[in-house]
């Protein structure tokens, strides 16, 4: 029997979110265009965001994604994006060492080579920490800004209890059902003026059960004039593409000869 994973508490989830950041979205690709059916429940009242885990913060970190996944078993998502500050598209790779990713172990990869994430031990798919942190690092060069300022903004605005709502989504061709996030971590934000270009930045997560590592889609998109989603500035969007079996790596001989 396998055990539920003991929940960190705040404070751990709190370092470990300010070491990722939030990104995501499906709004207004048409492939990929989530369409809304109906609201999930939010949590209840009176639990304020510095003594309760909200709803967003669970799905997005604390979820236990990368469960009934074997050993060897790789997801791989596309990373596109699009506008002036747009890179080479890429391929994200998430390799499972342990079952289910009990050991947090899993080891991601794009075409750099391995990366190092602080996951915290957290059970959430890391694509999900690749994601914020390389849009954090991409926050705190465009603008200038402070890389741990850009981190809490982000993290507020998921410990604020956004809506999470049920949406259909196309993965490999086929419509599952997924739950959405949108976040706009900079909206309000009394330093807004200081990086005008990003304030409606807006992030959606998309997480959908029947996906493995349950992550179908993660996208940012910055606003064209007065708040104009239809025509982005800048978007950058990582989608599930497969899941690869890889071969287990034969153990290397020792060279020592029989002896007989």
């Known amino acids: ?5 003991p929940v960190p508490p705040r404070a751990a989830l709190a370092a470990a979110a300010c070491a990722a950041a939030l990104a995501a979205a499906v709004a207004s690709h048409p492939a990929h265009a989530a369409q809304p059916t109906q609201a999930v429940a939010s949590p209840p009242a009176g639990a304020s965001a510095s003594d309760a885990i909200t709803a967003a913060e669970q799905l997005v970190f604390m979820s ?7 050993p060897q078993s790789q997801l791989e998502y596309s990373l596109v994006g699009t506008g002036e500050e747009k890179r080479e598209p890429d391929t994200v790779r998430v390799l499972v060492l ?9 080891q991601v ?9 602080p996951n915290s031990g957290l059970p959430c798919n890391p694509a999900v920490i690749y994601f914020l942190e390389r849009d954090i690092a991409d926050m705190e060069q465009l ?8 981190q809490q903004r982000v993290r507020l605005a998921l410990a604020a209890g956004p809506q999470i709502t049920n949406v259909t989504t196309k993965v490999g061709g086929k ?13 309000n934000d009394p330093n807004a003026g200081r ?11 998309v997480f959908a059960d029947d996906v493995p590592g349950h992550v179908a889609m993660i996208r940012t998109e910055v606003p064209g004039a007065n708040g104009d989603f239809a025509h982005p500035l800048q978007t950058e969007t990582l989608t599930y593409q497969s899941l690869v079996r890889k071969p287990a790596t034969a153990p290397k001989s020792s060279g020592a000869k029989p002896q007989g």
Request: hydrophobic share 30%.
């Open 175 to 187: 419509e599952v059902a997924a739950r959405q996030i949108v976040v706009q971590p900079y909206v």
């Open 143 to 150: 603008t200038g800004g402070k890389r741990r300022y850009f």
């Open 195 to 205: 990086f005008p270009r990003y304030t409606g930045k807006r992030y959606t997560f």
């Open 1 to 5: 029997m396998t055990l539920a994973r």
């Open 98 to 106: 342990s079952p289910g990713n009990e050991k947090t172990d899993a």
């Open 64 to 70: 236990d994604q990368m469960r009934g996944l074997n």
């Open 109 to 117: 990869s794009d075409h750099h080579g391995a990366v190092n994430l």
